[in-house]
């Protein structure tokens, strides 16, 4: 059974083959994109198990999502089919450095996730459950289905594991701060961007923000700040992490790395720094490739960064 088990929804992602805006591209490659299934994929990688809970409709874009997550080793046993629903869709527009998304999601199949779609049983064989903010805010029943995991977690002794992970796009004119405050003081172990800790506690500095988790009892904490390096804390010390070195050319799906090499650290005992760099190089990795698991490394892969090897190529 998966050692660590998240839920939310993953969509279809057309990305451009050039830079530009959208209406000058006719190209395009056909990728995935959530950023709990990331999260699942990259703990798969780099050699644990993960559960990934979500809806997809039934069509080819659904497929393709399926296939593809199952084909990374993620278990989807709990991926319900609808067909009532379709899968959710994200265009990427890519030019000078940035990256921005469209999307298409509204009503899909992943939107309507409730508490009904989840097997108790099958939650209560993961050793962590990972949640982020994206999930509850897509509908009131994907809240739901998210305040429940955390409180069955909660319940059941288990690891939570919160990223608020904030699209804007997505809160629309609601303002969901005290929700994901509420979430993130339920988790044992926080995951959240310097940027987001503003945002919700209304604190940057990243000393106060472990102190403010650890008063709430966060067992582990990463204080994430992009290509400028980030922190990470347990309730006994801090340590700052560099950036790992890399070339990057995309970086969606780099925070979701991080969280997975952090998350796979926690799992096998690591120190605090070794779980922080194992994070880092995984994030630092995932930039080097367009799409957003495609970077993730292998075990093998973290394993040779760790020890600074180079990997022969021929």
Request: aromatic share 6%; hydrophobic share 40%.
């Given at each position: 059974m998966p050692e660590i088990i998240t839920a939310g929804e993953t969509m279809a992602v057309m990305s451009p083959r050039e830079q530009g805006p959208l209406r000058y591209v006719s190209d395009y490659k056909l990728r995935m994109a959530g950023a709990e299934s990331n999260v699942a994929v990259g703990i798969c990688k780099m050699g644990h198990t993960a559960g990934w809970i979500s809806r997809l409709g039934e069509d080819?874009?659904?497929?393709?999502?399926?296939?593809?997550?199952?084909?990374?080793?993620v278990d989807c046993q709990n991926v319900i089919i609808d067909e009532a629903h379709r899968t959710g869709l994200m265009l990427k527009e890519m030019g000078n450095g940035e990256t921005k998304v469209y999307y298409y999601r509204e009503n899909s199949a992943a939107s309507h996730l409730c508490p009904d779609d989840l097997d108790e049983g099958y939650l209560a064989s993961a050793k962590i459950i990972h949640l982020t903010g994206i999930t509850p805010v897509l509908s009131k029943s994907c809240e739901e289905t998210c305040i429940a995991m955390a409180e069955f977690a909660k319940k059941n002794?288990?690891?939570?594991?919160?990223?608020?992970?904030?699209?804007?796009?997505?809160w629309k004119d609601r303002d969901y701060s005290s929700l994901m405050k509420e979430l993130l003081y339920k988790a044992d172990i926080a995951l959240l961007g310097k940027d987001e800790a503003e945002q919700i506690l209304g604190i940057s500095d990243p000393e106060e923000i472990v102190g403010i988790l650890r008063e709430k009892g966060v067992k582990y904490i990463a204080v994430k700040d992009g290509g400028?390096?980030?922190w990470v804390a347990d309730q006994d010390s801090m340590e700052f992490m560099a950036p790992y070195p890399c070339r990057p050319v995309d970086p969606i799906g780099a925070g979701d790395a991080f969280n997975a090499g952090f998350l796979c650290g926690?799992?096998?005992?690591?120190?605090?720094a070794e779980c922080g760099r194992m994070a880092a190089i995984a994030g630092a990795l995932a930039t080097e490739t367009p799409g957003d698991i495609e970077g993730y490394p292998s075990r093998k892969q973290l394993e040779m960064k760790m020890q600074s090897e180079k990997e022969i190529y021929r």
């Open positions: 080819e874009m659904g497929a393709f999502v399926l296939n593809a997550t199952r084909g990374e080793g002794n288990m690891m939570l594991s919160f990223d608020p992970n904030i699209r804007k796009k997505l400028n390096g980030a926690i799992l096998e005992g690591k120190p605090l």
